[in-house]
């Protein structure tokens, strides 16, 4: 296949192919290192017999590549679990069983996924409103009074640890101000207003770091589009300064926020755990956390994977956006 659905179909297939190569790298990190795997899987709590149970369960006994490729096999077909009183079949897409809690892992993730979620895209959206329109504004004015004070925002911004700007917006806007109560989680199936509000402070705490970020790069980028020959041939012909940066200079400069972007979605599913434990809000990194601090083997594995499945997909389709926002790539 040749053109754009070829290119989009390549990238689907590495897509493919990478999250394979994660989900080997993670399997063998977890559960092909020196220790007892079971042990370590069922939780410090658990009798012998429980572990012995586990280790069957694992196939503790198979060879690595085997043992991998039930683990596989139970991913995309699903497999049937002991608890010890029942057998319990988890469906596909199946990550293990969390023997600690008596639930399934991918049950646990979609419980604590919609907040997540919810978290991440409503920031994107703040960040790449903030950080787009000051960095084309920046450019825009170069060597005025707007562009070094939005400049000076800029570093501010990247300088200052997410958790202090949550602390201060909190601080100023809910204690000081009264402006909003303290952020609280409400599920948007349930109150789609008290939702947007509860999360509102912690879309502003996550995007405002990124924000300036992204405000330097498009800044940089605008720059060097507005110097290249076709901008300056449509400025010869008399064409507005606002038509050129609105139509042409800023298609040219989006191509490397696209992809700042996608790393950074998916940088922020992983790591707004911060975010998370600040306003209390039962999202995956929160649950990560606590996973680790309990020992929870099978969700700590079914949430890593779940995360680098957004950071490839995110690359993915940014690989995508990237070729139809800027027409120069080539497509191979």
């Not at 991998?68 to 995309?76: C, K, P, Q, T």
């Not at 504004?137 to 400049?151: I, K, Q, V």
């Not at 202090?164 to 349930?190: A, K, N």
């Not at 605008?222 to 139509?247: C, K, N, P, Q, W």
């Amino acid at each position: 296949m040749s053109g754009f659905g070829g290119f989009a179909l390549r990238r689907a297939v590495g897509a493919a192919i990478t999250l394979l190569a994660i989900s080997v790298i993670i399997y063998v990190v977890f559960y092909a290192t020196p220790g007892n795997v079971a042990q370590i899987t069922c939780g410090p709590r658990c009798s012998p017999e429980q572990v012995h149970q586990v280790a069957q369960q694992l196939r503790l006994d198979d060879p690595l590549y085997l043992r991998y490729w039930h683990f596989l096999e139970g991913i995309f077909v699903g497999q049937d679990y002991s608890t010890g009183t029942s057998l319990e079949h988890c469906s596909a897409p199946c990550l293990g069983l969390s023997y600690q809690s008596d639930q399934q892992v991918m049950q646990i993730i979609l419980t604590k996924l919609p907040v997540s979620l919810s978290l991440v895209f409503g920031s994107m959206v703040l960040w790449l409103l903030l950080g787009v329109g000051t960095g084309v504004l920046s450019a825009w004015r170069r060597g005025r009074f707007t562009e070094r004070a939005l400049t000076g925002l800029t570093l501010a911004g990247v300088a200052t640890p997410v958790f202090v700007i949550g602390l201060v917006l909190m601080i100023v806007i809910c204690g000081q101000l009264e402006l909003l109560p303290f952020p609280e989680y409400v599920s948007l199936t349930d109150d789609p207003e008290q939702w947007a509000w509860g999360l509102l402070l912690p879309w502003f705490t996550l995007a405002l770091g990124e924000a300036a970020y992204f405000a330097r790069l498009t800044r940089a980028s605008m720059l060097e589009t507005l110097a290249e020959d076709h901008i300056r041939t449509f400025r010869a012909y008399g064409v507005g300064e606002r038509s050129i940066i609105g139509r042409h200079a800023l298609r040219g400069a989006l191509a490397p926020v696209i992809a700042l972007n996608a790393n950074d979605f998916g940088s922020a599913m992983g790591g707004a755990v911060l975010v998370e434990s600040l306003f209390g809000l039962p999202g995956i990194g929160q649950e990560l956390v606590h996973a680790v601090n309990v020992v929870d083997l099978p969700v700590v594995v079914g949430m890593v994977l779940v995360i680098g499945f957004f950071v490839v997909i995110a690359n993915a389709v940014a690989d995508v956006l990237y070729a139809v926002a800027d027409r120069r790539v080539v497509l191979t």
